[in-house]
């Protein structure tokens, strides 16, 4: 049998699942458990604990839980009193000091005494107080029984405390006794508290499966150990799984607990909470099986967060029906709607090129009260830049216009942008022309992206065509539309109207963007125009820094830093030639 290290732990959780549903042997004698030790240490010898004083031969035979406590015995009192202390969650110094006084009584204290004891231990922190009354139990003839040892896991685990941990499952071992559920629970979730993820998961495989040498599940063996692992086991393995982005590790453990432990045990914030996870680490089939179990099978309710979070998570991985569910989930829930919550949705129907869907979600955006922009749709604007895309998008769209459907502005705004950005204007202008024929109200955010495709195609004539029919259509320019006209005249010769342009948005009292300024001074560095002084005069005015790139441009009059450094080194070479020709003349 292979060590747990030797095997990856992709290969170790898939043989866990494969093998999860085997019936474990409850007829078998019980044996020690195989393991890898936690930590190899030799314990110092300790100290006896409180009673230490008192024992003057071993007690035998002890039998059950309680030894030796009858009512009618005198220690019966003693260990009533102790028992309601223990149930009192701060009580710990009335126990030590109601066991003082059972020393005093010269009484010999049995199990019942020792285990409340080792509860005020566990409570006061002191796990050398565990140890030594752990070994005095053993010496005085009154061996711990596994609830006893379970509690000095149980305080070693709260510490993540491994190396004492180790010690008591050594002494478990030495007493010939197993390990039960609890005890494998109580270890598990100290390795994570350590965050000792892979020792937890070799400790849970252990559990569940055993494989061959090569790696594989083994049909024919049996577990190597033989305790059923409860959801507790679990759910502190997939907790630090998620804590540490191991979001696929805790998916496998969950699926794991789902038929070991019962689907029906496991609470449904154990599926949101990986739900979150999944959807931030953007794992799309753990995300779509959580949403499945917690939402539609057991009703939970995810907070808006975590919808946000799925939203985006779906939106990268092409899942629009997941998108379409939370939306819908968000709406019956009464949360409020606002333009990040459709996006995602948005992202997921273009990514698998659903145009019709896609165009949508726009539509159900404006009637919802939100003002869908090109900047909301920058998904399909993306999609629409593969081959036969744009063709296949306006087919769609035609679709929609038949089936009475309202096509929204912003998807056939969308259009002509994509054609202006693929350098096709002549397919722009025929998409705009079709607006009528589609009910399309053209709108500022359409003439500006008919002047995308002018100015990819350097096309002056037809940015001034585009301004006539605005004006035309009395549709107001807005800051992009000058924007757009001042950086399609610096692609001309003559590049005087942007000048023009610029006075004209100033004397609209709006302010023109730091890019239309470093656009400006850019052409006037290159073209040598003496009016760049006044232009870095009023950039600066407008509180706009000329950045150190900027001035390197200016000074090199327009080359850039490649053709700048290629200009230099042919000046070397040159510098070098007549050097070398002077000292030719010399000899």
Known sequence: ??????????????CFLYNSNRAHSTTTAPRHSVR???VQQQSPSLPTSIFAAHHRTPSIGSRGIIIDTYPATPL???????????????????????????????LKPDLTTYSVLLEAYERNNDLEGIIRTLEEMDLVGIPPNISAFNIGLRAAATHGETVMLEKIRNMIDDAGMTMNANSYEIIIQGLCANQELEHALDLLGDMTVSVDEKGQPDENGKPVIDVRPTLLC????????????ESETAYLVLKMAEVQAGLSRIPPSVYLSLMARAAEDYMLNAVEYCWKKSVKEMGACPDEGTCMLILNCAGQGKAPRLSAEVIQYMGENGMDFQEYHFAPLL??????????????????????????????????????????AIEEALVCMKEMHTEGKVVDVVGFNVLI??????????????????????GVQTDTDTYNALLTGCITDRNMAEGKNVIMMMQAARVDPNVDTYQSLITLCLTQINYEDAFMYLEEMKSHNVIPSEPIYTSLVRKLARENDPRIKYAIEEMESFGYVVGPNLREYIETGGLSNLEESERRKQIRVAQRRRSGHRAHAHY
């Open 1 to 14: 049998m292979l060590t747990r290290s030797c095997v990856p732990r992709s290969i170790r959780l898939q």
């Open 36 to 38: 890898t030790p936690l």
């Open 76 to 106: 019966h009192k003693f260990n009533k009193k102790l028992i309601s202390l223990v149930k009192e969650p701060q009580a710990c110094l009335p126990i030590f000091d109601k066991c003082r006084e059972i020393m005093d009584a010269n």
């Open 234 to 245: 679990y759910t502190p393995i997939i907790q630090l799984a998620q804590t540490l982005h």
């Open 347 to 388: 992202q997921a129907f273009s990514l698998a090129k659903k145009f019709k869907s896609a165009f949508n979600v726009l539509s159900i955006m404006r009637t919802s009260g939100m003002k869908p922009t090109i900047l909301t749709a920058t998904s399909l604007l993306k999609v629409l830049d593969d081959p036969g």
């Open 417 to 438: 942008e994509a054609c202006g950005r693929g350098k096709d204007l002549t397919r722009a202008m025929n998409i705009f022309e079709s607006a009528p024929l589609l």
